[in-house]
């Protein structure tokens, strides 16, 4: 798993933006998957090491994992909130970029720093599951991308009623315009096999670094959607199924945490997608391409991902 972070407190406070608290609890579960073999956050801020930027990082998500069982309180062993254990931890790498990394540069770290490696770049409040059910082969071979949209995550690891009065967890893993005008027109995690060098041209860096009004950064309102058309441009396949590889969004919905300025990623977007594209369930009788297993029977029939819908 790639993400990025601004900074790492060390201690909770109250002067913490509550997302902050946020991210930092949900790198813990993302860490504690066994399907995840390491977490590399790429931070904002300058260090005097990448070893002593990931020591603090390490401690800042252990302080935020005990403070957020305390809210929660204690579950029996069944099931509830854990805080990852030390080995789990140590799956954290800390990287000080030391200013904020454009979408483009995240994507080019992947590339260089990540070869050969299935790597899921999502929003530091992401945590995936059901990683088992990719289909690495089909990853590794096809110009494929998993863009998955968020859907809550369980109340005993997150309950709602932490939010504040007013504010929800929103799930965008969903196909019905009438309920949701966002229907499948977001996601916060992209899936795929590092490098980008499956399709017959080459990826077309210009769309993300130099495409007016500015370069795209993972905060901007919009930015998936110039991702999708960056990638779509490149000759890949994009594919959301989120019923079944799960993306849990660990955010109250309103605590916004996007880029301030009139410049947004979405703007000079040539879309891409048409009213539920981007989320197919798996029929019986048909493949969601990266997928492996079977899908649950309360999801309903629609039309399956194939490499030439885009």
Same mark, same amino acid.
């Given at each position: 798993?790639?993400?990025?972070?601004?900074?790492?407190?060390?201690?909770?406070?109250?002067?913490?933006?509550?997302? %902050? $608290? &946020?991210?930092? @609890?949900? +790198?813990? !579960?993302? /860490?504690?998957?066994? =399907? %995840? $073999? &390491?977490?590399? @956050?790429? +931070?904002? !801020?300058? /260090?005097?090491?990448? =070893?002593? $930027?990931?020591?603090?990082?390490?401690?800042?998500?252990?302080?935020?994992?005990? =403070?957020?069982?305390?809210?929660?309180?204690?579950?029996?062993?069944?099931?509830?909130?854990? =805080?990852?254990?030390?080995?789990?931890?140590?799956?954290?790498?800390?990287?000080?970029?030391?200013?904020?990394?454009?979408?483009?540069?995240?994507?080019?770290?992947?590339?260089?720093?990540?070869?050969?490696?299935?790597?899921?770049?999502?929003?530091?409040?992401?945590?995936?599951?059901?990683?088992?059910?990719?289909?690495?082969?089909?990853?590794?071979?096809?110009?494929?991308?998993?863009?998955?949209?968020?859907?809550?995550?369980?109340?005993?690891?997150?309950?709602?009623?932490?939010?504040?009065?007013?504010?929800?967890?929103?799930?965008?893993?969903?196909?019905?315009?009438?309920?949701?005008?966002?229907?499948?027109?977001?996601?916060?995690?992209?899936?795929?096999?590092?490098?980008?060098?499956?399709?017959?041209?080459?990826?077309?860096?210009?769309?993300?670094?130099?495409?007016?009004?500015?370069?795209?950064?993972?905060?901007?309102?919009?930015?998936?959607?110039?991702?999708?058309?960056?990638?779509?441009?490149?000759?890949?396949?994009?594919?959301?199924?989120?019923?079944?590889?799960?993306?849990?969004?660990?955010?109250?919905?309103?605590?916004?945490?996007?880029?301030?300025?009139?410049?947004?990623?979405?703007?000079?977007?040539?879309?891409?997608?048409?009213?539920?594209?981007?989320?197919?369930?798996?029929?019986?009788?048909?493949?969601?391409?990266?997928?492996?297993?079977?899908?649950?029977?309360?999801?309903?029939?629609?039309?399956?991902?194939?490499?030439?819908?885009?």
């Amino acid at each position: 798993v790639l993400t990025t972070l601004k900074a790492t407190p060390t201690a909770p406070t109250h002067r913490e933006h509550p997302h %902050v $608290a &946020e991210a930092l @609890v949900a +790198l813990g !579960e993302t /860490a504690r998957t066994a =399907a %995840v $073999a &390491e977490v590399v @956050v790429v +931070l904002d !801020e300058a /260090a005097a090491s990448n =070893a002593s $930027a990931t020591e603090v990082l390490r401690y800042a998500v252990a302080v935020h994992q005990a =403070a957020h069982r305390g809210k929660v309180g204690p579950f029996p062993e069944s099931g509830g909130f854990r =805080a990852a254990s030390s080995g789990a931890l140590h799956k954290l790498r800390a990287v000080a970029f030391g200013r904020q990394p454009t979408y483009g540069e995240i994507f080019r770290y992947a590339d260089a720093e990540l070869r050969d490696r299935v790597v899921a770049i999502a929003n530091a409040d992401v945590v995936l599951r059901h990683l088992r059910r990719l289909d690495v082969d089909a990853l590794r071979t096809r110009p494929l991308v998993l863009a998955l949209s968020v859907s809550p995550p369980p109340e005993r690891v997150f309950p709602s009623a932490l939010c504040r009065e007013g504010a929800g967890i929103v799930s965008r893993c969903v196909t019905n315009f009438s309920e949701d005008a966002n229907a499948g027109t977001s996601w916060d995690a992209h899936v795929f096999h590092a490098p980008l060098a499956k399709a017959a041209t080459p990826p077309k860096w210009t769309l993300l670094d130099h495409l007016r009004p500015q370069p795209v950064y993972m905060n901007m309102l919009g930015a998936e959607n110039r991702v999708g058309m960056f990638l779509a441009a490149s000759g890949y396949a994009l594919c959301n199924p989120c019923r079944h590889i799960r993306a849990e969004h660990w955010h109250c919905a309103g605590d916004t945490h996007h880029k301030r300025g009139k410049a947004k990623a979405w703007d000079h977007v040539r879309y891409i997608s048409k009213p539920g594209f981007f989320v197919f369930p798996k029929p019986a009788d048909a493949r969601v391409a990266g997928v492996l297993d079977e899908a649950e029977e309360d999801h309903p029939e629609e039309a399956p991902c194939d490499d030439d819908r885009r």
